[in-house]
């Protein structure tokens, strides 16, 4: 039957990854030092004993699912398959093969407690920022810088810590002794607001720019626009540019046109036809109600459902289980949704283009906009097929049509490049701003790459 899902299969093709697509002037980003975890997060020298009479995390907390702080490593032994594998731990590791640090046992201990601590303030829900701070003292008393600068921007906020200024400046000032350019910032901070003795702009400026120079996206945002709004410094719009530049580069470099933009994600079924309502709370009152209708054999609602689960990348699982449920009853974009969980790489589910291409096809062979795309992204990299761009055009103009915000993107990718189609730059604008109308973040930064560079159209800072 045509309803039924096909099987699984394994692939060595490279994966659906759009974030490879080539926007206009998009320059591979820089290495930033706070990506080089082991160049400076863990001081190699012993730490400083801290003062014992400085007020810090209540170790007897009493609230409820958190442990007292002798019982973290036991904690950790339970939610960690590899306690040492800080690669596991953290997605964005690099290693730096011109300056590796030997790390000592304790020294990887400290820096799996802090990733650790990291995932459970990063997370898409149930955020446990208690727990994450105790871990942060764990991994502090271990050395670990990084962990002693979460500790200082909490002491610095007075949020989960109490409000300690002082012991917020001892933590930075750790850091800037080994040039982390996150303690930079925060004395930056420090200066810029007073918090400090003998505090100053210019002290503030100092340091804010030892951060912005090291590529700490904070300070370059920060940097940008002072000189934006001439803030303490002289008016400089091609300055404040380059660092807004960078940031956004970093950004793009990041976000995949697989996943949906960050709205497009959260637009589910009931709202796919007010484009403009995109402030949903996925509250767990949501939750409840699509799982009812969804319970009772809904098509829509299981569609509804599979894609609250799916924006909360944590349960990918339950995303499979209905879309699978709608798909089986004929709806389209469920169908897309299933070929998109198989080309993405995730913890839950197994990545295989193989089965991607088949649930997108058949998305296709009904006219969904999303699994065009899907599809023309496939093509598009070669990923379970051979590479295409002519196929891979038609499909994205075919998504495009009906107004989808990722075959617009593509288009505008295609046309910028001369991918597929003849270059005209004037047509990729068209697109580029036809899907930044749906908020696609890749939309924005392209075409700012093209006002910044003068690509088809008369360059403009300010713009």
């Known amino acids: 039957p045509d309803a039924q899902i096909p099987p699984s299969t394994d692939t060595s093709t490279q994966p659906t990854d759009p974030s490879e697509s080539k926007p206009v002037k ?36 009493q609230q409820e699912n958190i442990d007292p702080l002798n ?27 011109d300056d590796k640090v ?34 942060f003292k764990k991994a502090a008393d ?53 918090l400090i003795a003998n505090a100053s702009i210019s002290k503030a400026l100092v340091h804010l720019t030892l951060a912005a120079g090291d590529r700490y996206h904070l300070a370059q945002m920060a940097l940008a626009y002072r000189y934006w709004r001439s803030i303490n410094v002289a008016y400089n719009c091609e300055s404040a540019l380059m660092f807004y530049q960078q940031v956004a580069t970093h950004v793009a470099s990041k976000i995949s046109t ?30 409840q109600y699509y799982q009812l209708l969804a319970d009772r054999g809904d098509p829509q609602a299981q569609y509804g459902l599979g894609q609250l689960y799916y924006i909360r990348d944590t349960a990918f699982d339950k995303a499979l289980y209905y879309f699978r449920l709608a798909a089986e009853k004929g709806n389209t ?7 998109k969980l198989y080309s993405e ?51 994205f103009q075919l998504s495009a049509d009906q107004s989808y915000v990722e075959g617009q993107l593509m288009l505008g990718v295609m046309y910028s490049n001369g ?21 696609h973040v890749l939309a924005y930064y392209n075409l700012a790459q093209m006002h910044a560079t003068g690509t088809g159209v008369l360059r403009s800072c300010t713009t």
Not at 71 to 97: C, G, H, R
Request: net charge negative.
């Open 345 to 395: 790489k995730n913890d839950y589910i197994k990545q295989d283009n193989q089965t991607a291409i088949q649930f997108f096809q058949r998305a296709v062979e009904k006219g969904n906009p999303i699994g065009q795309a899907g599809l023309g992204l496939a093509y598009y990299h070669g990923a379970g097929v051979e590479k295409n761009y002519a196929k891979a055009f038609k499909l």
């Open 258 to 287: 697989a996943s949906g933009q960050l709205i497009q994600r959260i637009r589910l079924h009931d709202e796919e036809q007010h484009p403009t309502q995109n402030n949903i709370m996925l509250d767990n009152n949501l939750l």
């Open 142 to 194: 271990l050395g670990h810088i990084g962990a002693k600068e979460e500790l200082a921007f909490g002491h610095l906020m007075g949020v989960y810590l109490p409000m300690d200024f002082q012991r917020a400046k001892a933590y930075f000032d750790e850091g800037i002794a080994i040039g982390s350019p996150q303690s930079h910032y925060g004395i930056s901070l420090m200066n810029s607001v007073g």
């Open 26 to 61: 998009n320059d591979k980003p820089s290495k930033s030092k706070q990506d080089r975890i082991i160049k400076y997060r863990i001081k190699k020298e012993q730490t400083i004993p801290e003062q014992n009479n400085q007020q810090e995390i209540d170790v007897n907390s």
């Open 71 to 97: 019982k973290i490593d036991d904690y950790l032994a339970s939610v960690t398959d590899s306690p040492l594998d800080i690669k596991q731990i953290d997605e964005d590791f690099q290693e730096d093969d």
């Open 102 to 135: 030997p790390l000592t046992p304790e020294m990887e201990h400290a820096n799996t407690v802090y990733h650790h601590a990291m995932k459970l303030i990063n997370g898409t829900i149930n955020r446990q920022y208690e727990m994450a701070y105790k871990l």
């Open 333 to 339: 974009n469920a169908l897309a949704y299933l070929g």
């Open 419 to 439: 991918e597929g189609t003849k270059q005209d730059f004037k047509l990729a604008m068209k697109w580029f701003q036809a899907a930044s109308q749906s908020g």
